[in-house]
């Protein structure tokens, strides 16, 4: 017993790389939600009178009244795409795959308004419904096993059902048992 009380006083006293990283990682992800408001206000930069917008680099001309306008639009489906796909990828969750459903609904909005579709916010419920008909049905699935088997059985008899090959309608007749 005291070996495993001094094993747990030495490691939590010694700084570990994987600590430091993910501390680092954390951080990092910290600055990224940090930064969001000035991503979503920098709309305002841009030129308010004109439709035609010249740098040094390249240059933009778009349909909207003006750069201000087309850009407000921009970064109003950039930055929730943006917090969305930061948190997919750094959610640990079960459900986490439900996030690509908003994910899709605002990447089509994106692909939208760079093509500057007249029918802004108005036909992507067709192109997320297929997506839509496949994710919602398997996170239900997944959760309705998931806690079926938490209430009912033990680990081992879980990872024992698991590898058992069954139809899918034998799956389903079981979740609802």
């Keep these: 017993m005291n070996k495993q009380n001094s094993k747990s006083k030495e490691t939590k006293s010694l700084p570990h790389k994987t600590g430091r990283k993910n501390?680092?990682?954390g951080g990092v992800?910290?600055?990224?939600?940090?930064?969001?408001?000035?991503l979503f206000y920098s709309y305002k930069n841009f030129p308010n009178?004109?439709?035609?917008?010249?740098?040094s680099l390249f240059t933009?001309?778009?349909a909207f009244g003006s750069i201000n306008t087309y850009m407000w639009f921009l970064v109003g489906k950039?930055?929730?795409?943006?917090?969305l796909l930061l948190w997919f990828f750094t959610c640990k969750h079960w459900w986490h795959w439900i996030i690509l459903v908003p994910i899709a609904m605002y990447a089509f909005q994106l692909w939208g308004i760079l093509n500057e579709s007249q029918g802004l916010d108005e036909l992507e419920i067709y192109y997320i419904l297929p997506?839509?008909?496949v994710i919602i049905p398997a996170v239900y699935l997944i959760?309705?096993?998931?806690?079926?088997?938490?209430?009912l059985d033990d680990l081992d008899s879980f990872e024992r059902?698991?590898?058992?090959?069954?139809?899918?309608?034998q799956q389903v007749k079981e979740l609802f048992r």
């Design 23 to 25: 501390l680092f990682i």
């Design 29 to 38: 992800i910290v600055l990224l939600i940090a930064i969001t408001p000035f």
């Design 49 to 55: 009178d004109s439709q035609v917008w010249e740098n």
């Design 60 to 62: 933009v001309n778009t």
């Design 78 to 83: 950039v930055v929730p795409l943006y917090l």
């Design 131 to 133: 997506l839509m008909l």
């Design 143 to 151: 959760r309705a096993k998931l806690f079926n088997k938490m209430r």
């Design 161 to 169: 059902d698991l590898m058992e090959k069954k139809t899918i309608w």
